[in-house]
């Protein structure tokens, strides 16, 4: 992946900027690409009403060395708190000189809630699609969850594939064959068994007491008699989806299951592997932890 001198665009043309006391994925992305690095304060008034201030944009003494192209690096949490810092950092960078303004959030809340699902429903990824791509020019995140989420911002995000970093960790565990847990999943799962040319294997619910919600998961493609498995998918949240498919493929002869998941739900509370039937779960990207050489490396080749 090279040195800074490899990414004139990241190097040059952009300034990478953070939360206080929040940034330590800026600061490692500043750091390894070379580029100028600037922090937002956030400040809180007596009612609790928050406020972003960001510095002059420019090289003068006393001013931030900010380009006038600037990209936010900032996890867009559920909380509600956390969109509308994004937000104000977003006008706050622009009264400060930025001409373009771009955010870079690996992790992006709301995108299982694409539409409605009830009626009278609010859906969350339309309101923050529409809110974010007002606020910034260009928005960047890690395997957004579905095609029609990424529709509710315009044309502004564009969706980071994991793809070659679950194919390392897979490459790394000896994997023999590639299993998608659920229909959902086999897009991704296709693409790293291609590149890892190794058998896929698609899972399935099927509904056992019809009328009734129960569930399980059969092998509805593949073989996985004698292989070592594993699992891909972009989330894991409570792990159910996982287990049904773990048992399912080691039911059917696999000589292991292991999975890899881009994202956690929530990162305080990750199931752990052995609870799952699993031999392993890997997550890609951890939102709670410093940033892993890895995922440092492939942003900056990716935005």
């Known amino acids: 992946m090279g040195d800074a001198s490899h990414r004139p665009y990241m190097c040059m043309l952009q300034t990478i900027v953070g939360f206080e006391g929040r940034d330590q994925l800026a600061r490692a992305l500043a750091r390894a690409a070379g580029a100028a690095y600037a922090s937002l304060a956030v400040s809180t008034y007596r009612a609790g009403e928050r406020a972003v201030r960001a510095s002059p944009l420019g090289s003068a003494r006393g001013r931030l060395p900010v380009s006038k192209r600037c990209l936010l690096v900032a996890d867009v949490e559920a909380d509600g708190e956390s969109v509308w810092r994004v937000l104000l950092a977003a006008d706050a960078l622009r009264r400060a000189g930025a001409r373009k303004v771009s955010l870079l959030a690996p992790w992006m809340a709301y995108g299982r809630q694409d539409k409605p699902a009830k009626t009278r429903e609010s859906t969350g990824g339309v309101v923050l699609g529409a809110a974010l791509s007002r606020a910034?020019?260009?928005?960047?995140?890690?395997?957004?969850?579905?095609?029609?989420?990424?529709?509710?911002?315009?044309?502004?995000?564009?969706?980071?594939?994991?793809?070659?970093?679950?194919?390392?960790?897979?490459?790394?565990?000896?994997?023999?064959?590639?299993?998608?847990?659920?229909?959902?999943?086999?897009?991704?799962?296709?693409?790293?068994?291609?590149?890892?040319?190794?058998?896929?294997?698609?899972?399935?619910?099927?509904?056992?007491?019809?009328?009734?919600?129960?569930?399980?998961?059969?092998?509805?493609?593949?073989?996985?008699?004698?292989?070592?498995?594993?699992?891909?998918?972009?989330?894991?949240?409570?792990?159910?989806?996982?287990?049904?498919?773990?048992?399912?493929?080691?039911?059917?002869?696999a000589r292991s299951v292991g999975a890899i998941v881009t994202h956690a739900a929530n990162p305080v509370s990750v199931p752990r592997a052995q609870d799952l039937g699993l031999g392993y779960m890997e997550v890609v990207y951890r939102r709670n932890g410093k940033p892993k050489k890895e995922i440092i490396e492939f942003l900056l080749d990716a935005v």
């Open 136 to 253: 910034f020019d260009r928005i960047y995140t890690l395997e957004a969850h579905s095609p029609l989420f990424r529709k509710h911002f315009g044309g502004r995000l564009k969706s980071l594939s994991a793809r070659d970093l679950a194919v390392t960790i897979a490459r790394s565990k000896g994997a023999m064959a590639v299993a998608a847990p659920d229909h959902g999943a086999v897009k991704r799962a296709k693409s790293v068994a291609k590149r890892l040319r190794v058998t896929l294997i698609v899972c399935e619910k099927v509904r056992t007491r019809p009328g009734l919600g129960g569930v399980r998961t059969k092998i509805a493609s593949g073989d996985p008699t004698g292989h070592r498995v594993v699992l891909v998918d972009d989330m894991v949240d409570s792990g159910g989806t996982l287990k049904e498919a773990a048992h399912a493929l080691r039911s059917a002869g």
